[in-house]
Every structure is written in C-alpha cells, then in structure tokens.
C-alpha cells in the first residue's frame, strides 16, 4: 500500500493552478445521465472518485471517456436501472445516480452506501424529498427500491438540514418532473450553483441556487451540454493553509477567492496577509499567528472540510482554540494522529479544545479519511524529522496531483509503494 513520506521543515512557497472542484464534477457527471445528447465537461480533476464515477456511469450505459481533465459523455444506450453495492459502496456520491434515473426510467434500486469513518451519513433527507415528489420507497437488504408509475410531479420540499447531497439528487431528478418544485432550506454551497448553470444549460429552468429557496420548474426533455467546472475551494483552503503552517506563501492561480470566504476572514483575523484578485489568492505568512475559534457550518460557514487542516494549524499556535463540528457527528478522527506529532487537544462532545504547542515531531501517521489525511500531511510538512503517512488511497480520492503540487512548493515529500 503507499505512503507519503515527508521531510518537514520546509517553507512552502510559490504558485499553484487549483484544480477543478471534485464536488462539484460528480454530480455534473451524474447529470449527464438526464439527456440522450453527448456532453463536454472540462477541468475536471484526476481522482480515484472521479475514475470511481466514470466507471459507474458506463456500468449504468452511459459511455463516458475521460481524457486529461475532460470528460465526454457520449450518446446514450440503454440504461440499466440496478446500482449495485460494490459500485456504490466505492463512493457515497454515487447515491447521486437516483435523481436522474427516476426521473427517466421511473424506477431505480441503488445499494444504500452506510456509514463511513466520518459519521453514520444517512439519506433519510433525499428519500423524504423523492416521495414529496411522488416516489414510492422501500428499504430491504440494504438497498433502496423507488419507483413511480406515472412519472415525478413537482413538489414543496422542505430540508430538515440543508444536505449538499440532498439538494443535488433533488434537483437532478426535479428539472423532468411534471410542475414546479421548491425547495426550502436547500444547501448553498458553490457546487449547487455549479450543477444548477449546468442543468439550465440544458434547458432546465432552475432559479435561486445559491439562495436557501430554489424553484425548479420541470421540463420534458433535456439536451447535451459543454460546462466548464469551477475550481476546488477545498483544495485552495488546504494551499492556503500549507503556506500559513510553514510559514511560507503562496499564490494560488485559477481559484473563486468568494468561495473561500469564511476561510479567509478567519486567516486574515489570525494575522496571514491574504491578497486576492478576480481569480488569484496570495497568501504570506508575515508574523506569528493568532489562534481563532471556528465553528463549521453549512456554506456560506466555515465548512466541516477545512476543519482538520485548520486544527493542523492551531495546534501550532501559541495560545488556546476550539474548533466546534456542527455538520458531522464523528469527524475526529485525526485528532488521535494529530497528537502522535505532540498536539495538545481535547476532545469535548461536539468540539475540541486546544492548546498550541512549540513544535510538532515526525511520526508514523494513518489516514482516516480524505481531509483528515490532508491535516496529517501539512502537520508531516511542518514537523521535525521523518513522517511516514500511511493509508493515503483516501487522499488520492480528493487531492488532484497532492504530491506534485507540495514539491513544486518546495515540500520535501516522496510517495512511495510498500
Ligand atoms: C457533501 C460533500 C462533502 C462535505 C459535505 C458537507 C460531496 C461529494 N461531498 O457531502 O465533502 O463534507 O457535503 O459540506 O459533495 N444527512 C442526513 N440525512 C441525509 C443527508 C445528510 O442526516 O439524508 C446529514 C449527514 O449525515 C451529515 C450532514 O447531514 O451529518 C451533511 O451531509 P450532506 O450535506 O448531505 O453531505 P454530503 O452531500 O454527503
């Protein structure tokens, strides 16, 4: 299995190209499955989920090719209405294969994905919303069998919690039903936006993605599309904090700096001179920072992905923070590894506490999952001697050339097979 193996010690500096949006190439990749006509998706990144939903696509019967960072989907042949679980349980995204596939075979049966290291992840959410929209649901050995005899009909749909998921597979299937739907208290992330420009490129008529309401008024039939996906805020937030951690700088080409908002507001109150243009982010570590508490949230919030890279950073703060985790209910798993470098936290319910340390010291480190591995590997960055990162096929999932992006800053890293 491979490993990082890191050399900390090093200022990170220099420029990077942010790669496209993981979060938002999967559910446009899904939404090619809601026409018959072939589609362009450029900027795609190059990731195992990424390949994961490719593959998934063509088992469905929609031949789709990924050369570089394009994705082209092709005619369609005739689908198959089946997502079985060694498909679906590569990728909790893959739930995403609903909302088109009932609206256009009216039944689908998908092999419910579980939990992960993250949290128990159920998708009460978008079963409530598909039968508000007239779908029949049953649960039985582990996989979800909807159907509707006459097709989907718009619907009022209220969110309990504003689920990205949720809100993705409801618009996917919504744009074919039969009449208007709305949703209220839908998420708002970026990648809403994105899949709703997308869709409207194909003649859907989505209004107030972004907005907590959106209202989509069902149409009979859609057409192909060529969309370019935006870049990963996730990924930005993580250069952003390398350079901060390492008392280094970087600049961060081809990113939406609007997108990163609540992450920079908290950067720029620590005391990192952040600078940003239309489509660049400078970020320099010019004196010591200030700890900062944080509490994750729904976009626009401080968002739950950036919240172990930013627990990285704290650690080494001089001072005391807490970081509260209001979207998942067990995502602190890197806080055990963290500690195998000397961090200082504790752990209390839904929040940590936290108490900076001088320095953290190279240590033998395990991935629990993709953004936890991302805290480990800038804590590895920035850490006396040798750290030996393992379990990184989780930062493959969501990091677009991670290593070579880190060396190009100057990060004295190897991956290497064992
Ligand atoms: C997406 C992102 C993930 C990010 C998360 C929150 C993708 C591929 N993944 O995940 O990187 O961390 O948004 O920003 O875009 N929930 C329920 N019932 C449901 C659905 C969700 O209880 O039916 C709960 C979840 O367990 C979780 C919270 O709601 O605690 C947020 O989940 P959701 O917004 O749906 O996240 P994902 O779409 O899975």
């Not at 609903?98 to 128990?120: D, Q, Y």
Request: hydrophobic share 40%; aromatic share 6%; net charge positive.
């Amino acid at each position: 299995m491979d490993k990082i193996v890191i050399r900390g010690g090093r200022k990170l500096k220099g420029e990077i190209v942010v790669s496209g949006s993981k979060n938002s190439a999967l559910p446009i990749l899904f939404a090619t499955l809601l026409t018959d006509d072939p589609a362009t998706i450029t900027n795609v990144p190059s990731l195992t989920d990424i390949d994961t939903a490719v593959a998934f696509l063509n088992f469905i019967g929609k031949k789709t090719v990924k050369k570089g960072n394009t994705v082209k989907a092709y005619s369609s042949y005739k689908y198959k209405h089946i997502a079985p679980y060694g498909l679906v349980s590569k990728m909790r995204a893959s739930i995403l294969i609903m909302g088109p596939l009932l609206a256009r075979l009216k039944r689908v049966e998908v092999s419910l994905p579980g939990g992960c290291a993250i949290g128990a992840r159920p998708v009460d959410i978008h079963l409530d919303a598909f039968k508000k929209l007239g779908a029949k649901i049953s649960v039985k050995g582990g996989c979800v069998k909807t159907s509707t005899k006459n097709g989907l009909k718009g619907a009022a749909v209220s969110f309990r919690f504003p689920s990205v998921g949720a809100t993705e597979n409801i618009l996917l299937a919504a744009v074919l039903a039969k009449g208007k739907t709305i949703i209220t208290n839908a998420a708002r992330e970026p990648e809403i936006e994105d899949l709703a420009n997308v869709l409207n490129k194909m003649g859907a008529k989505v209004t107030g993605a972004g907005a907590k309401n959106i209202e989509i008024e069902g149409v009979d039939k859609l057409h192909g599309f060529t969309h370019e996906v935006i870049p990963d805020r996730i990924e930005a937030a993580t250069y952003i904090i390398a350079a901060a951690i390492t008392k280094g700088g970087v600049i961060l080409k081809k990113v939406m700096p609007q997108h990163l908002k609540s992450v920079n507001d908290k950067l720029k109150e620590s005391g990192l001179c952040i600078k940003e243009t239309k489509d660049t982010i400078s970020a320099k570590w010019v004196k010591n920072l200030k700890p900062q508490n944080v509490k994750t949230e729904a976009y626009p919030g401080f968002p739950t992905d950036v919240q172990a890279q930013w627990m990285a950073l704290m650690c080494l703060l001089n001072g005391e923070s807490r970081i509260e985790e209001n979207v998942f209910e067990n995502r602190f798993l890197h806080v055990a590894e963290l500690q195998r470098f000397g961090a200082d936290i504790t752990i209390s319910g839904k929040a940590v506490n936290i108490k900076g340390v001088k320095k953290f010291s190279g240590a033998p480190v395990m991935v629990s999952d993709l953004r936890a591995g991302a805290a480990l590997v800038l804590a590895g960055l920035v850490a006396k001697g040798k750290t030996v990162v393992s379990r990184i096929y989780h930062l493959n999932r969501g990091y677009d050339m991670l290593e070579k992006k880190l060396k190009k800053l100057g990060g004295d890293l190897l991956q290497e097979e064992f």
